[in-house]
């Protein structure tokens, strides 16, 4: 039987051999299963344990509309250890391993990604590489083989794999699958067969397996958004995180799965984030990763070297790419273990916590009246019970000494204003009763999916998703200064010219609610200052999501012609409201009415485009504009490609016309209107194209290479659709 589980992912069975697939894993797969009852709890020779998959179907390419398709991590761990698959006399260990079955390229990355994220980096060499000495290496090394039962252990010996490439492939007792055409499949058993798609439409998202809402957050001098509490088995709450507020500047504590999702329910948008502190690289703090990607500008990246070493390892194995690729999607800031940094004013410490994965808590703190004010985000820590068991006076055995437990317990138990603490239990989490005698002025007690215990809750309180505590409240409007701040980066204007235009009213929309609609004549222009908004251009045939400091119906407030677009807030959102004629006495003023008119239209085409669309900002899509050529191409024309040298190279964009590119390989794509040809890059590891043919008339919008991968969303989007066409041509 064939399930349709959520978007892009199914569950197949068949009964007589036992088999349970699980086609698709894209992240939080394990609590979509459990909600709809496909894995459940049973109890069997009084062991208590679920049921679940013993085989996953991995999705030929790693990305789909910039969303990680395969992260096996946690249904590879939920079959492994909590069916108990290799749990030795265990009623739910058959004698047989969990299985990945896809192509040879995706089988191999799921297998090297599950291994860093059972493990980190795995070696003295690959810690002192990362900036540890001798000592300080082989003394993680000995913490990393205690948690690992003394042995690092390869994927290969604890799952099983079956490549899918030509032709009917045997998965096992007479069940067979071919692939029908990318990212299709068929599954046979006898003169039975289902078929697979694994394909997302254009637009179509992953879905969360909970609900959210909708939350007004103001920003504030010095705040902690809860938005994440549990931990990466509770089907109703977001995994552990928090959202960092600090003088109107927004800050991420990890980013596990479903973040857009996350950041939409409490109105931010991906434009507003300023930086990331990166605890671990675990999927329920990790995977959300590539949504911090799709923006365009780099995002900060704040982690120690070895957090940040054990990420990219993991990343890279993900996507297929080599280790030096992260510095193009964030601006890494490293931080140094139990050294306090300050960013701006606010203090950072990380603190290095024993874990499987190289880990560190974070605590933040600015000066204030009567002196700091503090918050401790400490996640993935470990029980002083499980500590205890560690303690080991033989250097040569895996363990830790006592004095090492003791300086964690000192460190774990810090005075703070504000502490959330894991308290998820077993062998690799904290447990709310080292923190009975906690002086900290409030404990927040997270990453678990269990009620908290009447026990707990006298120990530490519960915080709701949406809710804030504030540490220091905002005496300032931080709304009108980001409008300031984004006039003056798109204007190359005095102060004094933009004052009559800031000095317009800030309102607020409601989720869901039209702004502008197509066709009105609307009197006011909108400059976007927090949330999403929601481009939706002419019959609906496609949307562009929007971010803070794009400026709406601009041209509709300056030509007095009617709205040609639909602008929709999807979180709450704020917006300074510009009267038309101040806007139009601004622009004639400063001689700026022919720029952006000029501007104008190749910002439209950009704005439809796919590439060019979706978190790219009004100042951004302006340089990118002002950097097109037009070009026009004769029938049978032809384009070279791949041989540009990378400062040289130019992207091009189909404004009108029928093309056909052709691969050194043999294989060839047919583009049309609204597609992009030109991406292949030496740089990618991307060269197999060798030219585009006219097949009609064709007119062509080139920009500069450099200056479009330079912008992180357009280069995540140009390494997904490469892949996804050389697989197509082939």
């Given at each position: 039987k064939k399930i349709d589980v959520t978007n892009g992912v199914f569950w197949v069975e068949i009964p007589d051999v036992s088999l349970k697939i699980l086609c698709g894993s894209p992240p939080d797969t394990v609590k979509h299963l459990t909600k709809i009852g496909l894995i459940q709890f049973v109890e069997q020779d009084g062991v208590k344990f679920e049921t679940g998959p013993n085989a996953i179907l991995l999705s030929d390419i790693a990305l789909q509309n910039s969303a990680f398709c395969n992260m096996a991590e946690f249904p590879a761990l939920q079959m492994l250890y909590k069916q108990g698959m290799i749990i030795p006399n265990h009623p739910g260990n058959k004698g047989t391993k969990p299985l990945i079955i896809?192509?040879?390229?995706?089988?191999?990355?799921?297998?090297?990604?599950?291994?860093?994220?059972?493990y980190g980096l795995v070696s003295v060499e690959e810690l002192m590489a990362s900036g540890l000495s001798e000592e300080e290496a082989n003394e993680q090394m000995r913490i990393k083989l205690k948690f690992a039962f003394g042995k690092i252990k390869s994927t290969n010996e604890l799952l099983d794999s079956v490549v899918v490439e030509d032709g009917k492939v045997l998965i096992r007792d007479d069940v067979y699958i071919e692939r029908l055409k990318h990212n299709v499949f068929e599954i046979t058993y006898h003169d039975e067969s289902v078929k697979i798609d694994l394909n997302l439409k254009d637009n179509q998202k992953y879905t969360p397996p909970y609900a959210l809402g909708y939350y007004r957050i103001k920003r504030e001098y010095f705040a902690v958004v809860h938005s994440g509490q549990g931990d990466g088995w509770d089907i109703n709450r977001p995994s552990m995180s928090s959202v960092l507020m600090f003088q109107g500047k927004i800050y991420l504590i990890d980013a596990g799965p479903n973040i857009e999702y996350i950041l939409e329910a409490i109105g931010i948008g991906i434009g507003e984030i300023d930086g990331v502190f990166q605890t671990h690289a675990h999927d329920d703090h990790f995977a959300g990763i590539t949504t911090l990607m799709r923006a365009d500008k780099k995002i900060k990246y704040f982690a120690t070297p070895q957090v940040r070493a054990s990420v990219i390892k993991k990343l890279s194995a993900l996507l297929g790419a080599s280790g030096d690729f992260f510095n193009n999607f964030f601006d890494v800031v490293d931080l140094k273990a139990w050294e306090y940094t300050e960013l701006e004013g606010l203090e950072v410490m990380p603190m290095v916590s024993p874990h499987p994965v190289e880990t560190t808590v974070f605590i933040f703190r600015t000066i204030w009246e009567g002196g700091y004010k503090s918050y401790g985000h400490f996640a993935d820590i470990a029980s002083f019970r499980v500590l205890e068991s560690m303690i080991t006076e033989d250097i040569t055995k895996p363990g830790v000494s006592q004095e090492f437990v003791e300086t964690m317990k000192k460190n774990y138990r810090i005075t703070l204003d504000l502490k959330k603490i894991d308290i998820g239990g077993g062998m690799i989490?904290?447990?709310?009763?080292?923190?009975?005698?906690?002086?900290?002025?409030?404990?927040?007690?997270?990453h678990t999916s269990m009620e908290l215990t009447p026990a707990q809750k006298e120990i530490g309180s519960g915080a709701a998703f949406g809710t804030a505590d504030v540490l220091i409240t905002s005496q300032q409007n931080y709304e009108w200064k980001n409008a300031h701040d984004f006039l003056m980066s798109y204007f190359d204007v005095p102060h004094y010219e933009l004052r009559p235009i800031l000095n317009?009213?800030?309102?607020?929309?409601?989720?869901?609610?039209?702004?502008?609609?197509?066709?009105?004549?609307?009197?006011?222009?909108?400059l976007i200052l927090t949330g999403n908004v929601e481009m939706i251009h002419p019959r609906g045939l496609s949307t562009v999501l929007l971010s803070a400091g794009e400026i709406i119906g601009e041209v509709s407030g300056l030509t007095g012609l009617p709205c040609n677009k639909t602008y929709r807030a999807t979180s709450f959102v704020q917006a300074l409201k510009i009267a038309p004629d101040l806007y139009n006495d601004f622009v004639q003023r400063n001689n700026l009415y022919d720029r952006i008119e000029n501007l104008a239209d190749s910002r439209?085409?950009?704005e439809r485009s796919w590439l060019f669309g979706d978190e790219i900002s009004y100042p951004v899509q302006n340089k990118l504009a002002d950097a097109i050529e037009k070009k026009r191409f004769d029938i049978g024309d032809k384009i070279e490609l791949g041989n540009d040298r990378i400062e040289d190279k130019r992207l091009y964009i189909i404004q009108k016309g029928y093309i056909e590119v052709v691969y050194k390989s043999g294989g060839s794509l047919i583009l049309r209107d609204g597609d992009f040809f030109g991406e292949e890059s030496s740089e990618f590891g991307m060269t197999d194209a060798k030219e585009a043919v006219c097949h009609t008339q064709v007119i062509l919008l080139t920009l500069p290479y450099q200056m479009a991968i330079n912008i992180p969303i357009v280069r995540l989007k140009i390494i997904e659709i490469y892949k996804k066409r050389l697989l197509s041509a082939s």
């Open positions: 896809g192509s040879e390229e995706q089988v191999s990355a799921q297998m090297e990604y599950i291994f860093r994220g059972n989490h904290g447990d709310a009763i080292d923190f009975k005698n906690d002086l900290s002025k409030r404990l927040i007690l997270a317009g009213e800030i309102v607020g929309f409601n989720p869901e609610t039209i702004i502008i609609k197509e066709g009105e004549m609307k009197n006011f222009i909108y439209s085409y950009l």
